[in-house]
C-alpha cells in the first residue's frame, strides 16, 4: 500500500545535526501517525513521505522554521530561587506561561541553570533554532480507522488512547 491521505504511516527515524555528524535523537521502536494534514509529523517529511511504501527511505533537511523554531530569547527568564522546589536541578522541566503573556498556552521550561538567588529557565525546544536532517524508513502503512480519523490522531492496538 502507498502512503496517502487517510493511512497510518509507521516509521524508524532520526534526527541528525545540519553537519551529518551528530545524531540528536534516534528511535529503533517505530511510531505511527496519521497521514494527511492531521499535524502528527512535520509537514514537509509528510510530503516527502507521500506516494512512499514500506521499506523506502527518506531524508528530507529541515530548516528551523520547518522543524523546532528559530530560538526565542525572550523565552529565557531568571526566576527567583524560592519559587521552585529545594531539589530544584538542571534539566529539570516545569510547565507554565510565558511572563508576558496573555495566552493561556503552557509551553515546557527546562532548568538551564541554578545559583543561590535564581533559577534560569528556558522555553525553547532543544533543537530550536538548528538545521536538522530527518531521516525515516517506512515500516508500516495501512487504511486509518473511521474513529482514527473522527479523532484525528493513531489509536494503539489496545483501541482508543489519548
Not at 498556552?105 to 532548568?111: A, E, M, R, S
Not at 534560569?120 to 515500516?139: E, I, M, Q, S, Y
Amino acid at each position: 500500500m502507498k502512503i496517502e491521505k487517510n493511512s497510518v504511516v509507521s516509521l524508524r527515524y532520526e534526527l541528525i545535526d545540519a553537519k551529518g555528524e551528530e545524531v540528536l535523537e534516534k528511535v529503533e521502536d517505530p511510531i505511527s501517525y496519521l497521514h494527511g494534514g492531521y499535524d502528527g509529523i512535520f509537514p514537509l517529511v509528510e510530503e516527502a513521505l507521500h506516494g512512499k511504501r514500506v521499506g523506502d527511505h527518506v531524508s528530507v533537511t529541515l530548516q528551523p522554521d520547518d522543524a523546532f523554531g528559530e530560538y526565542e530569547h525572550e523565552l529565557v527568564e531568571v526566576e527567583a530561587r524560592s519559587s521552585f522546589p529545594d531539589d530544584v536541578a538542571v534539566g529539570m522541566q516545569f510547565e507554565g506561561a510565558p511572563e508576558e503573556s496573555d495566552d493561556e498556552d503552557f509551553i515546557l521550561y527546562t532548568v538551564v541553570e541554578v545559583n543561590d538567588d535564581e533559577v534560569t529557565v528556558d522555553g525553547n525546544h532543544p533543537l530550536a533554532g538548528k538545521t536538522v536532517t530527518f531521516k525515516c524508513t517506512v515500516t508500516g502503512v495501512r487504511p486509518a480507522a473511521d474513529e482514527e480519523l473522527e479523532h484525528g490522531h493513531v489509536h494503539d492496538e489496545g483501541g482508543h488512547l489519548h
